[in-house]
């Protein structure tokens, strides 16, 4: 990182949480830009993994298997993917 950068990191740690998502989602703003190559590759590959399910070469999971085994990596994900999780099995379970 830069030193601006590094600087910026050091002032962010100290702002309050609702602040952090604030910035947070200012950055992801600005960087939320159309890019044509991009939609195009994500198209192909959508294509490609419909047409493998469809013709049984690849399984469906549940958004809530997904979510655990991909986005478990902070503690507040954890906490989140483990009370998806508890939800999940409870409607499973009972319906």
Not at 74 to 93: G, N, P, Q, R
Request: charged share 30%; proline share 3%.
């Amino acid at each position: 990182m830069t030193k601006s950068a590094e600087k910026l990191a050091s002032e962010i740690h100290f702002l309050p949480d609702v602040e952090k998502l604030r910035l947070l989602d200012a950055i992801l703003t600005d960087l939320d830009k159309p890019d044509a190559e991009i939609d195009r590759v994500w198209a192909e590959e959508a294509r490609k993994q419909w047409a493998a399910y469809k013709a049984g070469r690849i399984p469906a999971i549940s958004y809530f298997v997904c979510f655990v085994e991909h986005y478990t990596q902070s503690t507040v994900l954890k906490k989140s993917a483990l009370a998806f999780s508890a939800i999940e099995h409870h409607f499973t379970d009972n319906c």
